[in-house]
């Protein structure tokens, strides 16, 4: 899990600086314009002279340079070939960008899966006195409780399913169907409704009593996580 998930912040960053060059290589092609340009020479009553030729909505236009001579239409050619250039450069980036995202999609499939599947634990506060310890095993959790006391445990007995245990987390956390889901999800950096891995972010907290989640290597007491 620790390997995907730096191999996953890793392709995360990578999208990040595509998405930083494809923002500066627009700003250079706005100042730029994006039509595809051409130079061509024309005769005009008998003398020579330079055209920059495009095509709009279909129809041929052009813009004349001037008189053809040596060097008279450099800035134009320059502009031309850079334009060439960033928009070839566009084009490698925006594909890079699909490629990244569809490997973030796959790998936060893949997360979520082991998210799930993954062995865990925690314990559990009520302020700061502990009332249970939390281990999860493959499918099995076995929960230990120090304190009986109704409005200060969660848990009505001492083995359980996954299933059982993430209804219970499911509690700890906001209502599945609100409208605002997709704001909240991406407020704490998650693109599923996991219960799981809500409580990690949340702690579990509640406005409605002083119990608190606290997971292995955190360092917390009740007056960092409790609103109330």
Request: aromatic share 10%.
């Amino acid at each position: 899990m620790k390997d995907l998930e730096r191999i996953y912040q890793l392709i995360l960053a990578e999208k990040k600086k595509v998405l930083t060059e494809l923002e500066r290589i627009d700003r250079e092609l706005g100042e730029l314009g994006t039509e595809q340009k051409s130079i061509v020479i024309k005769m005009i009553k008998g003398k020579k002279y330079y055209y920059e030729q495009w095509r709009e909505a279909g129809k041929l236009k052009y813009k004349c340079l001037g008189k053809v001579y040596p060097g008279a239409v450099y800035q134009e050619e320059k502009e031309i070939s850079r334009r060439k250039e960033l928009l070839a450069q566009r084009k490698e980036q925006q594909l890079l960008c699909e490629q990244l995202q569809w490997t973030l999609q796959r790998m936060e499939k893949q997360r979520m899966e082991e998210s799930i599947l993954q062995d865990y634990s925690f314990e559990v506060f009520w302020r700061d006195e502990i009332t249970a310890r939390v281990a999860v095993k493959g499918s099995r959790v076995h929960v230990s409780r120090y304190c009986k006391h109704p409005l200060k445990q969660l848990f009505a007995q001492e083995k359980m399913t996954r299933h059982q245990l993430n209804k219970i987390l499911e509690m700890r956390c906001f209502e599945k169907g609100r409208g605002d889901i997709r704001q909240i999800l991406n407020r704490f950096g998650l693109k599923e409704y996991n219960p799981q891995e809500l409580v990690r972010k949340t702690h579990g907290v509640s406005y409605n009593d002083y119990i608190w989640f606290r997971f292995p290597g955190e360092k917390l007491t009740a007056k960092d996580v409790l609103v109330r």
